[in-house]
């Protein structure tokens, strides 16, 4: 099982997955969207292709800070969304007034990740990146740990055939 955590001092919301089946061509996820105490939890279970799931996991962790970005396997199922954190238009602790780049004081580049369940995939059998969702903002390192936690899930299957 691989969490990823909104990345604040009380973090309430967080995106659970884990793998439940693995084989040459395919594998099967249950993903869980947390929302802390004000909704009830949501999750579905999903299958895609295997070449596909290592794809998207490659992608998440080549995210660039200043673009926007639309991970999804070809399979539906789950799309992930990255929301630039801070723009040009905007510099935490200055507002909307742009101060010249040698005076910024850089804190910890953050990526605002916006997770969509397929729900038309599921009750009309098509595909559609409408559903569910959760939006937390995190870190490069927590993103880091989640994939490789997850690569080892995935070998964890491959080993015990």
Not at 54 to 76: C, G, K, R, V, W
Request: hydrophobic share 35%; glycine share 4%; proline share 6%.
């Amino acid at each position: 099982m691989a969490i990823l955590k909104d990345d604040s001092s009380h973090p309430s919301c967080e995106v659970e997955l884990n793998i439940l089946m693995v084989n040459e061509e395919s594998v099967k996820f249950r993903i869980e969207f947390r929302f802390g105490p004000a909704f009830p939890a949501i999750n579905t279970e999903i299958y895609c292709l295997k070449r596909d799931f290592l794809q998207l996991l490659e992608d998440i962790t080549q995210l660039e800070p200043a673009y926007l970005s639309m991970l999804e396997p070809h399979d539906p199922g789950l799309c992930i969304y990255h929301i630039p954190h801070y723009g040009e238009y905007f510099f935490p602790g200055y507002g909307i007034f742009q101060i010249p780049k040698e005076e910024r004081e850089e804190a910890e580049q953050r990526y605002k990740l916006v997770f969509v369940l397929d729900a038309y995939e599921k009750n009309h059998h098509g595909a559609r990146e409408c559903g569910p969702a959760l939006c937390i903002i995190v870190t490069m390192e927590q993103i880091r740990v989640f994939i490789t936690t997850l690569r080892e899930q995935v070998k964890k299957f491959k080993s015990k055939r």
